[in-house]
């Protein structure tokens, strides 16, 4: 028995195969993905052209591969055994991307944003081409106004309006700007609007029972008011069915969730340590945008309802990418951003030796990039890097609301 014992030893000391992992992945209409090999191969995470790759002496283990399109996200997985005693072990992983699910994006329809000078805070809402150009400034008030939505239809925009320092209600204002009506007449604070996708019900984050809490309330703001769940930032799933939010409440971390309106299933989408912010829903309902501390800066991801995969679209560390929102066509994000350079082409980035970290300089701006995102980090091809809309040294903007194009504006 020993003998034996010591000859299966001997044996797997000198087993000298090796296993390969082989990825196809097919179409893309010839246009980069975003393949992220997760464990497979550490830190390969990068914008490319479909085709095969190889990968060798590959450990016994389960690997997990996620590919990105513009209005795709596909995942695989493969359990790789022990090294063979000779000779090569090769595993395949294919990925089929749909046709037409990696179309370029065509920016259409108009971008809302709030906006303030740098050196005195005046808060207002404006509107800007998808495809670029002058704002437009809708709202001229020595009050607040902040967290724009635009209704479904593109006909009003709801916000939040008030003093910082006093208090915050809900407004709601036709897309030029006229006609404000207040919603919401509370002590407590209310913001962050944001409208089903009928057009009837707004939900909103509200303090008025101590909880920062999101409720749900007609269109008019009438007395129908309901708390729905701790938590904030809700985003309404195109369907009506659910929301997503973030919350602290339920596992001591700010994490993502989904709830169906009538307050039940609430089930969590996002489990990290760093936190997860600002979900919002694609337009076919099959993901969820966000944006994360879990790289090192807030970059964003890409999850897929069904599957459960998360990826990440944008590897640009020393950057702020956050608030994303889909376009209307599902093949573009916009989102509040922090990524400015140099006149020697540098990124514009301070490091703090006392912290130890780096922070973007300048002031955020409204960004619009592919739905695979963009590269920056440890690579020189630097191609489809976001566009900067606003791009303003004295200006702050935030909280971008996509609508598209509507035959009456």
Not at 272 to 277: I, N, P, S
Not at 365 to 390: C, K, M, Q, R, Y
Request: proline share 6%; with cysteine.
């Amino acid at each position: 028995m020993r003998f034996l014992i010591g000859a299966l030893v001997a044996l797997a000391l000198v087993r000298c195969g090796t296993n390969e992992v082989t990825l196809t992945v097919e179409g893309g209409d010839g246009n980069k993905i975003r393949v992220d090999l997760g464990t497979l191969e550490l830190k390969n995470n990068r914008l490319v052209d479909a085709g095969t790759f190889s990968f060798s002496e590959v450990k016994d283990g389960s690997y997990t591969v996620n590919v990105v399109a513009n209005s795709y996200v596909g995942t695989q997985t493969v359990v790789v055994e022990s090294p063979p005693l000779s000779g090569v072990q090769t595993y395949g992983m294919a990925i089929k991307i749909p046709a037409g699910s990696n179309q370029p994006h065509r920016p259409q329809g108009t971008i809302l944003y709030a906006a303030t000078p740098t050196k005195i805070r005046d808060w207002n809402l404006y509107t800007i081409d998808a495809a670029g150009g002058e704002p437009t400034q809708l709202t001229h008030t020595r009050e607040f106004e902040q967290q724009p939505a635009w209704s479904p239809d593109g006909s009003e925009i709801a916000y939040a309006q008030g003093e910082v320092m006093t208090n915050i209600d809900i407004y709601v204002m036709a897309a030029d700007g006229t006609g404000a009506q207040r919603l919401t007449e509370h002590p407590e604070r209310d913001g962050a609007p944001t409208w089903s996708p009928d057009g009837s019900k707004i939900a909103f984050v509200s303090q008025r029972d101590g909880d920062v809490a999101i409720w749900i309330m007609d269109r008019d703001g009438g007395g129908n008011k309901r708390k729905l769940v701790k938590g904030e930032q809700p985003s309404w799933s195109p369907d009506g069915k659910h929301i997503a939010f973030t919350s602290s409440h339920f596992d001591g971390n700010d994490e993502i969730y989904i709830i169906d309106v009538d307050g039940s299933n609430r089930r969590r989408l996002t489990i990290a340590r760093q936190f997860d912010w600002f979900a919002s829903w694609s337009p076919d309902g099959k993901r969820l945008a966000f944006n994360s501390e879990r790289f090192g800066g807030q970059e964003l991801l890409v999850a897929d309802i069904a599957s459960g995969a998360q990826v990440q679209i944008t590897t640009a560390e020393h950057t702020f990418e956050q608030r994303p929102v889909w376009s209307p066509d599902g093949r573009a994000l916009a989102y509040q951003g922090k990524m400015n350079f140099r006149e020697n082409g540098e990124m514009d980035v301070h490091f703090s030796p006392k912290t130890g970290k780096h922070t973007p300089q300048g002031t955020f701006d409204i960004f619009v990039v592919a739905a695979v995102g963009f590269d920056w980090d440890d690579i020189e091809d630097h191609s489809g890097l976001p566009i900067n809309l606003t791009n303003t040294a004295d200006f702050i903007e935030r909280w971008p609301s996509w609508s598209p194009p509507h035959p009456e504006q």
